[in-house]
């Protein structure tokens, strides 16, 4: 069994930052692309920040730019998303996810954590 578990969500005020955490455990035998998307109410889940495996390419959507940074760490299977200057259009749920391929198997899978809930106030 593989699964993600995110850690760091709460509330903040406006112009604030929180940091949030999800550390991949179980079965991995190796994981490529991690990233973060969020899911506001009443709308679709849309893309915050991706990271290669290597680390040194990133993916982050105009709303966030310079202001959301993600970050992981191979050795710990961890990824990390650093946000700063919050804004209440921010607030939903955010969701870890990653391209795992389990140990002993050939095929990478798509991943989910189970949400951490960001809210920022005006």
């Given at each position: 069994q593989v699964q993600l578990v995110e850690s760091g969500g709460g509330l903040v005020q406006a112009g604030g930052s929180?940091?949030?955490?999800?550390?991949?455990?179980?079965?991995?035998?190796?994981?490529?692309?991690?990233?973060?998307?969020r899911q506001a109410p009443g709308k679709q889940r849309e893309l915050v920040a991706k990271i290669t495996r290597s680390?040194?390419?990133?993916?982050y959507p105009d709303s966030v730019k310079g202001r959301f940074t993600i970050s992981r760490d191979n050795a710990k299977n961890t990824v990390a998303l650093q946000m700063n200057s919050l804004k209440p259009e921010d607030t939903a749920?955010?969701?870890?996810?990653?391209?795992?391929?389990?140990?002993f198997t050939s095929l990478f899978q798509d991943y989910w954590g189970q949400g951490t809930q960001v809210t920022v106030s005006s």
């Open positions: 929180l940091r949030l955490s999800c550390a991949a455990s179980g079965r991995i035998g190796s994981i490529n692309d991690m990233g973060w998307y680390g040194d390419s990133t993916n749920v955010y969701f870890c996810n990653a391209d795992i391929r389990p140990l």
